[in-house]
Every structure is written in structure tokens, then in C-alpha cells.
């Protein structure tokens, strides 16, 4: 197929959700992938957050394969030794409990929203039900989890949505504990709003929401699906703040590309779901786990955070030399750019014409490049970026 075909293909066969930019990668290694038609791109997308060790990484390739090899899917209805290895590192990692997995971000925040009420169920019944979000949030792409996001322009067309959710204001504690009354059952946040703008919550907003939640035996939910998984320079952001979350969710980089949510239950909720109130069938499938397991392997070695610190004040630091960049927010290898002028989505498709695979959230331009992705890489996408801005 040469690239006019996909793309009539595309128009033709695919529903028409996304609008994509003319790029068609066909393979790749580490942050760089090779067009159908031989162009080179530096990936600073990740596939939005997912290939956290980038493209074809050697030991990510070498545990899907085997686990391909060995058994690729059996039921949940039995055990699997990369799901239990899987779950033990990361209850190790966060200090969480138990896990559920699940195959998404939207599904692990179902399960994070289910097992929130059930939890107030159980202690005070009906009709303490509300769970608070804030505006500007994305939590998924589900009925219920489009009724969690907090943007009005996602709350159209799919009536009815489903009820019981609030919405407050982000960094503003006097304005959001209006949102607050008896009958929620639990708080949930993103640290930082990875669509809605790459906006970091403050460390004092977000104790004062902790502090409210653990006063009212309300839950305190932490949505790490962006975030998660060493992307901000901590395996959960959630490390930045000081807190102790109730539920964390995990999806995107978790996998390192293949699909993979998780719930995270911590001492409150980890007995919270029984037997046969959740499930999935693929959730926590044995090629996946494998995958993830590779993911934590090199996440969770030694000195494997400092250098995506590093990295991030690097490409800070090259973003900020630029005269067309007003603002660098984010942290680790989550950031936003905010340009002086200019529409966000028309500089990243010309980077995507230069060879430069880029993201928006909101009117920011948006970097999420793998975690292992090199300097030389970096270095070569900043000066694609940078002649993008200041040609305009
Ligand atoms: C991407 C994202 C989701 C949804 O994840 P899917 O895997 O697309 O369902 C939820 N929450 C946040 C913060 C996200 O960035």
C-alpha cells in the first residue's frame, strides 16, 4: 500500500473519529520511526504516554515474544505468573494494596469510580453517591467516565450521562469546597490535567482536598494515567505531593505500548470489591503483564527517574532558550509549551510535515517522549521545533 491508499483506506473503512495527520509509521527504535515512505520522525508523542521505553526496546520485545510463545491468554477465572509478579511490584512500588487490571485508562477509572461507591455503600447506604472532579479534567471516553471528565464540550450528544458527579475549580480551595457537601463519597484528580493544558495542581490545593476527603471519610482518587508509571520523575506523581491516595489509576505508560490499566486499592478500599462485583476478560492478560513487567525492569532500577528528571529540565531549559516560547509547565518528560503566538494544532502538524511527531492539549503544544529516549534525539527534535516556531 503506498500512502494515498491508506489514507482512502482510512476515509473509506475507518469510522471517522480522528482527525490524523498525514504520517503513517511503519517501525522504529527508541524515539525514532520510519515513515511508508522512508521519512525519519522523532517521536515526542510516545503514542501519548505509552511507549515508555519507546520503539522495539530489547527487553520489551524479548518478554511480549516469549510470553506470546509460552501462552497468550488464558481466563481470569485462573492464576498467571506475569499477573501476580506484575501485581507484587506494583503494590511494592506505590505502597498501594491490591491491584484490579483492567484494559485502559477509561476502564481503570470505571473501576476506581465503582469501587468508590460501593465503598460508601457499604458503610452509610444509598445516596451518598457524588463524586467531585475538577474542571478542565479527562478521565476517559465512557459514558461515566465522560461524565467524571469536567469540560462541557465532552457532556454532548450521548444523553442520558451517568449521574452523581460534581465539579469543582483546580487551585482554588475557597471556590472548590462549595462542590463539597455530605453526599460525596470521594474526590477524583489528575496531579496534573494532561489534556486539559498540562496544568499542575498546587501542593497546597491538593492537601487541602486530601485533608477534606480523610475528615469526611471521603475517598481521595488519584487518575495516574498520564502521569503514572515514572513519566513526571517519580513512579507516581502522587510521590511529588506528599500523599497518600485511596485509588490510583494507571494505564497509558504502564504497558510500554500494549493495552493495560490498573486500579490501585490502598488500606481503605483493598476489600472493598468481592467476587463477582468487577471483572474483564482481558484485563491483566498474560502478553500484556509481560510487557509491563519489562516496563517496570527498567522504570524501577536504580537511577532510572533522576535521568528522566534530567532529561525534562534538559528539554525545558532548550524550550525556554526559544523567543516564540512563553512557558514551559509540567514536569519530567510531561510538557506543555506555551507559545507567545501561534495555534497549537498548526505547529504540530508542520512539525509532522519536518519530522517532528508532537501533541497538543488545549492551545499548549504537548511532549510526552519515551523515557529512555536519548539526548541526541532530543536534541534533534528541539532544533525541528524550534525552526517550525520561528519560520512562522
Ligand atoms: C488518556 C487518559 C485517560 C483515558 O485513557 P484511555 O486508555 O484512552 O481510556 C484517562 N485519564 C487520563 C488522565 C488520561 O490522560
Given at each position: 500500500m503506498d500512502f494515498e491508499t491508506v489514507r482512502q483506506t482510512d476515509r473509506d473503512c475507518?469510522?471517522?473519529?480522528y482527525r490524523r495527520y498525514d504520517v503513517c509509521p511503519v517501525q522504529g527504535k527508541n524515539a525514532t520511526c520510519t515513515g511508508l515512505e522512508g521519512q525519519t520522525y522523532v517521536d515526542f508523542t510516545s503514542g501519548i504516554g505509552v511507549n515508555s521505553l519507546g520503539f522495539a526496546d530489547e527487553r520489551f520485545v524479548r518478554a511480549v515474544s516469549e510470553q506470546a510463545a509460552k501462552l497468550a491468554h488464558i481466563s481470569n477465572l485462573f492464576y498467571t505468573l506475569p499477573q501476580e509478579t506484575l501485581a507484587k511490584r506494583l503494590t511494592e512500588a506505590t505502597g498501594m494494596q491490591k491491584v484490579f487490571f483492567a484494559n485502559s485508562g477509561a476502564e481503570a477509572n470505571e473501576g476506581a469510580i465503582k469501587a468508590a461507591r460501593k465503598y460508601s455503600f457499604d458503610r452509610y447506604?444509598?445516596?451518598?453517591d457524588k463524586i467531585v472532579t475538577l474542571r478542565n479534567s479527562f478521565h476517559g471516553r465512557t459514558v461515566t467516565t465522560l461524565s467524571a471528565?469536567?469540560?462541557?464540550?465532552?457532556?454532548?450528544?450521548?444523553?442520558?450521562f451517568t449521574e452523581g458527579f460534581g465539579y469543582m475549580p483546580a487551585n482554588d480551595w475557597p471556590a472548590a469546597?462549595?462542590?463539597?457537601?455530605?453526599?460525596?463519597?470521594a474526590v477524583l484528580l489528575e496531579l496534573i490535567q494532561g489534556e486539559g493544558g498540562v496544568v499542575p495542581l498546587e501542593r497546597d490545593f491538593v492537601r487541602q482536598v486530601a485533608g477534606w476527603c480523610a475528615q469526611n471519610d471521603a475517598l481521595l482518587l488519584i487518575?495516574?494515567?498520564?502521569?503514572?508509571?515514572?513519566?513526571?520523575?517519580?513512579?507516581?506523581?502522587a510521590e511529588h505531593y506528599g500523599i497518600q491516595p485511596d485509588i490510583v489509576t494507571m494505564a497509558k505508560g504502564l504497558g510500554g505500548g500494549l493495552p493495560i490499566g490498573a486500579v490501585l486499592f490502598g488500606p481503605k478500599t483493598a476489600g472493598v470489591l468481592g467476587p463477582g462485583q468487577h471483572g474483564t476478560?482481558?484485563?491483566?492478560?498474560p502478553v500484556c503483564c509481560a510487557g509491563a513487567n519489562a516496563v517496570l525492569d527498567a522504570v524501577l532500577a536504580p537511577g532510572f527517574m533522576e535521568q528522566v528528571s534530567e532529561k525534562g529540565a534538559y528539554l525545558r531549559g532548550k524550550l525556554l532558550e526559544?523567543?516564540?516560547?512563553a512557558e514551559v509547565r509540567g514536569l519530567g518528560l510531561m510538557l506543555g509549551v506555551v507559545l507567545k503566538g501561534g495555534d497549537s494544532a498548526e505547529v504540530v502538524k508542520a512539525c509532522a510535515e519536518n519530522g517532528l511527531l508532537a501533541l497538543t492539549a488545549k492551545s499548549l503544544v504537548r511532549f510526552l517522549p519515551p523515557?529512555?529516549?536519548s539526548y541526541e534525539e532530543l536534541n534533534q527534535g528541539v532544533s525541528i521545533f524550534s525552526r517550525v516556531v520561528s519560520r512562522r
Open positions: 475507518i469510522a471517522g473519529t447506604g444509598r445516596g451518598r471528565t469536567g469540560q462541557d464540550a465532552f457532556h454532548d450528544y450521548f444523553f442520558p469546597q462549595q462542590a463539597l457537601d455530605g453526599t460525596v463519597c487518575d495516574e494515567v498520564q502521569t503514572g508509571a515514572g513519566r513526571t520523575g517519580k513512579f507516581l506523581c476478560t482481558f484485563g491483566g492478560n526559544m523567543d516564540e516560547v523515557l529512555t529516549i
